[in-house]
């Protein structure tokens, strides 16, 4: 995320947590690659 992405976030808690909702999808569907099944 850069920059300024971040600094508009910071203050809002609806858009910082689907933000980081993203970024854990992000990261489980790439722990799950290499099993081929979907994280959820």
């Not at 300024?4 to 569907?29: I, K, T």
């Given at each position: 995320?850069?920059e300024?992405?971040?600094?508009?976030?910071?203050?809002?808690l609806?858009?910082?947590?689907?933000?980081?909702?993203?970024?854990?999808n992000?990261?489980?569907?790439?722990a799950?690659?290499?099993?081929?099944?979907?994280?959820a």
């Amino acid at each position: 995320m850069n920059e300024s992405n971040h600094l508009s976030l910071e203050g809002c808690l609806y858009f910082s947590a689907n933000s980081l909702s993203r970024y854990m999808n992000e990261m489980a569907d790439e722990a799950f690659k290499i099993t081929g099944i979907a994280p959820a």
